[in-house]
């Protein structure tokens, strides 16, 4: 049963992946099998210890709900899927930016409007980008690979990805690269926001709509105004994610490769079941004082559902080049109702709390 709290309690689950790692080591009849079971123990010792972490940081959904009829209108496929086609080239400032010469590279920050710009709050709609290339000029990108790099959950910042990724890149390939900031992330966190913890259950699915479509519009300007001679967009875990969904929404006009790296199927399983599930503000998302944590987590799962990307080898759609991606056509579970009288469905605008009860019936989700 989840606790208040939503983690795993008392530091257990540490001891027993420790316990797991040894015994691991110790009975495996061959080495490989030794390797992959050290692997999915020191895994579950990870996962463990992350939950305890979560305790004291700032939690995710801590001012509720927000605006689920937003919600619920951004995380229909066929929203997205209207606005990727529309998307433009981003208008990139390459020419205005300063450059820092860092090693056999050069870097520049750079920022645009939004093209989610109406589903973001103000402070987020400046999008903010750092370009990685060989010379302090847009020029230097023309005829060579270019490659997107989105960040996975909690990646604040542009050094890490730079130094870890686009410095191998560069030397070891020639693949210049773009490192883009997430919606409430860095400087495009909201006024009194903590940490990267989302504010509200909103913000799942607006998060997911500016990463996806400020992808897009940077790959398109790497591709018709930079001049680049292939475009693709990766990403770990979280990025992996929002990369995969950029080739399955993206216009067959935009020939796009992706490297989705140990994707996430969406935010559902590890804020709701797994390593993420401390970092949630349970008590704020129930519906009444006393409510089970059981229905609480229930209602949570089946809203972040909809975001939901299902691996499993199907079609290739869009105009990405994506392995063994496709997006999930069931319904959405739905929602556990509160126990008093359920709320009408949330539309656009709807006050925190309104429509919990049900999505609108026969569209495709994510």
């Given at each position: 049963?989840?606790?208040?709290?939503?983690?795993?309690?008392?530091?257990?689950?540490?001891?027993?992946?420790?316990?797991?790692?040894?015994?691991?080591?110790?009975?495996?009849?061959?080495?490989?099998?030794?390797?992959?079971?050290?692997?999915?123990?020191?895994?579950?010792?990870?996962?463990?210890?992350?939950?305890?972490?979560?305790?004291?940081?700032?939690?995710?959904?801590?001012?509720?709900?927000?605006?689920?009829?937003?919600?619920?209108?951004?995380?229909?496929?066929?929203?997205?899927?209207?606005?990727?086609?529309?998307?433009?080239?981003?208008?990139?400032?390459?020419?205005?930016?300063?450059?820092?010469?860092?090693?056999?590279?050069?870097h520049a920050e750079v920022a645009f409007t939004s093209p989610a710009a109406d589903v973001l709050e103000?402070?987020?709609?400046?999008?903010?980008?750092?370009?990685?290339?060989?010379?302090?000029?847009?020029?230097?990108?023309?005829?060579?690979?270019?490659?997107?790099?989105?960040?996975?959950?909690?990646?604040?910042?542009?050094?890490?990805?730079?130094?870890?990724?686009?410095?191998?890149?560069?030397?070891?390939?020639?693949?210049?690269?773009?490192?883009?900031?997430?919606?409430?992330?860095?400087?495009?966190?909201?006024?009194?926001?903590?940490?990267?913890?989302?504010?509200?259950?909103?913000?799942?699915?607006?998060?997911?709509?500016?990463?996806?479509?400020?992808?897009?519009?940077?790959?398109?300007?790497?591709?018709?105004?930079?001049?680049?001679?292939?475009?693709?967009?990766?990403?770990?875990?979280?990025?992996?994610?929002?990369?995969?969904?950029?080739?399955?929404?993206?216009?067959?006009?935009?020939?796009?490769?992706?490297?989705?790296?140990?994707?996430?199927?969406?935010?559902?399983?590890?804020?709701?079941?797994?390593?993420?599930?401390?970092?949630?503000?349970?008590?704020?998302?129930?519906?009444?004082?006393?409510?089970?944590?059981?229905?609480?987590?229930?209602r949570l799962s089946g809203l972040l559902s909809r975001l939901r990307v299902e691996m499993d080898g199907?079609?290739?759609?869009?105009?990405?080049?994506?392995?063994?991606?496709?997006?999930?056509?069931?319904?959405?579970?739905?929602?556990?109702?509160?126990?008093?009288?359920?709320?009408?469905?949330?539309?656009?605008?709807?006050?925190?709390?309104?429509?919990?009860?049900?999505?609108?019936?026969?569209?495709?989700?994510?």
């Open positions: 049963m989840l606790s208040d709290r939503g983690g795993s309690g008392p530091p257990w689950g540490l001891l027993v992946a420790a316990a797991l790692i040894i015994l691991a080591i110790r009975r495996s009849p061959s080495a490989r099998d030794r390797v992959w079971n050290v692997y999915s123990a020191a895994l579950g010792l990870l996962d463990a210890g992350y939950s305890l972490l979560a305790h004291g940081s700032p939690k995710n959904a801590h001012a509720g709900y927000g605006d689920l009829g937003l919600f619920l209108e951004v995380s229909e496929m066929s929203w997205l899927l209207g606005r990727a086609r529309s998307v433009l080239a981003a208008p990139l400032p390459v020419g205005e930016a300063r450059w820092t010469r860092e090693g056999a590279l050069h103000p402070e987020c709609r400046s999008a903010r980008a750092q370009v990685v290339a060989p010379r302090p000029d847009a020029a230097s990108l023309r005829g060579r690979p270019v490659v997107v790099l989105l960040g996975a959950t909690g990646e604040e910042g542009f050094a890490g990805r730079r130094r870890q990724l686009s410095r191998a890149l560069l030397s070891g390939h020639g693949v210049a690269s773009v490192i883009l900031e997430n919606p409430f992330y860095g400087p495009r966190r909201l006024p009194g926001q903590r940490g990267t913890a989302l504010p509200k259950v909103q913000h799942f699915a607006t998060q997911t709509a500016g990463v996806v479509l400020e992808a897009l519009a940077v790959a398109r300007w790497a591709s018709e105004v930079a001049g680049a001679s292939a475009v693709g967009v990766a990403g770990f875990s979280y990025g992996g994610a929002m990369a995969a969904l950029c080739g399955l929404v993206c216009p067959a006009s935009l020939d796009l490769f992706v490297a989705a790296v140990a994707p996430s199927h969406g935010p559902g399983p590890p804020f709701c079941e797994g390593v993420l599930r401390g970092s949630v503000a349970w008590p704020a998302l129930r519906s009444a004082p006393g409510e089970p944590p059981e229905v609480t987590r229930a199907g079609e290739r759609r869009g105009g990405g080049r994506v392995a063994y991606v496709q997006v999930r056509g069931a319904r959405v579970p739905r929602p556990v109702p509160p126990p008093s009288t359920p709320p009408p469905l949330a539309r656009r605008g709807s006050p925190p709390g309104a429509g919990l009860t049900r999505g609108p019936p026969g569209a495709a989700r994510r």
